[in-house]
C-alpha cells in the first residue's frame, strides 16, 4: 500500500520558515551594506523553494508499505524481521512522528510523520497488527544446516 505526501499537510510546515525569516525584508538587504549577504540568502530562497514545490508536484518521498517491510522514499527501508518495535506516535500537533525502532542497536530508527499519513494512532495499530501477522506465519525460506 502506497501513502504518498499529502500536499497540505506538507505545505504549511514547508513555508513556515520563509514566513518566520521575513521574506518582505530581503529587499531592502539589496540596497545596504548586506548585500553580499542578500544575494546568498535570496540563492537560499529559491533552492529551499525549488525543493519544495518538486515535492509537492511530485508528492515524494512515498512511503510504501508491502510483504516485505517499510519503505520511505528511494533509500530508506526496514524488512519486517529487522523491526524491533513500533513507538507510541509523539510530538506536538503539527509535527507528529512515529519512531519505527529496529533490532540492531545501531542501525537508523526509521521516522514516520503526518505528512503521509494524517492519524498516526491508526496507522501505528494497522502497522503493529501487520508485525504481528508477518512474526506468527512461518517463513518461506528454506532452513539452513
Known sequence: MEFPLRRWAY????MLPFALIGLGALPR??????????????????????????????QRPVVVVDHRGIHYGRRRFMAWDDISSID????????????????DVWAKRLVLTQNHVSDLESFRTW???????????????????
Not at 509523539?90 to 533490532?103: D, S
Not at 502497522?127 to 544446516?145: G, I, N, V, W, Y
Open 127 to 145: 502497522l503493529t497488527a501487520l508485525l504481528t501477522d508477518h512474526r506468527q506465519t512461518p517463513s518461506t525460506e528454506a532452513p539452513t544446516t
Open 88 to 103: 507510541l506516535p509523539h510530538g506536538p500537533r503539527m509535527t507528529r512522528q512515529l519512531p519505527i525502532h529496529p533490532k
Open 29 to 58: 538587504l539589496f540596497y545596504s551594506d548586506w548585500r553580499v549577504t542578500s544575494y546568498v540568502l535570496f540563492a537560499v530562497y529559491v533552492v529551499v523553494g525549488a525543493g519544495v514545490i518538486w515535492q509537492l508536484i511530485t
Open 11 to 14: 505545505l504549511f510546515p514547508s
